[in-house]
């Protein structure tokens, strides 16, 4: 999923913007910036629930933030 996502760019420049399907056909949106590897799911879903990802979809859906994260770089 998050393989798709990169191929198609950031949305507008310092997000990304996509829409995550479900099995049962539901689907969420998700706003992150640079990085779209995890998100947070829905209460009940999990990710074997995801059937499909579209890029740069559901601006107007009110979409949830994907979760913060740091980078941490290691050096000998």
């Known amino acids: 999923m ?4 990169y191929r198609h760019g950031e ?3 310092g997000y990304t ?3 995550v ?3 049962d056909q539901s689907k969420q949106a998700y706003v992150a910036g640079n990085a779209v590897d ?3 799911y829905l209460t009940g879903k999990t990710p074997r629930d995801v059937v499909g ?3 740069r979809a559901g ?8 979760p913060r ?3 941490s770089l290691f050096s000998d």
């Open 21 to 23: 399907v479900f099995g």
């Open 69 to 71: 994260h740091t980078w």
């Open 38 to 40: 995890f998100i947070q």
């Open 59 to 66: 601006r107007e859906q009110f979409p949830l933030r994907t």
């Open 2 to 5: 998050a393989n798709q996502i």
């Open 17 to 19: 913007i996509f829409t």
């Open 11 to 13: 949305t507008v420049m």
């Open 53 to 55: 990802v579209i890029p």
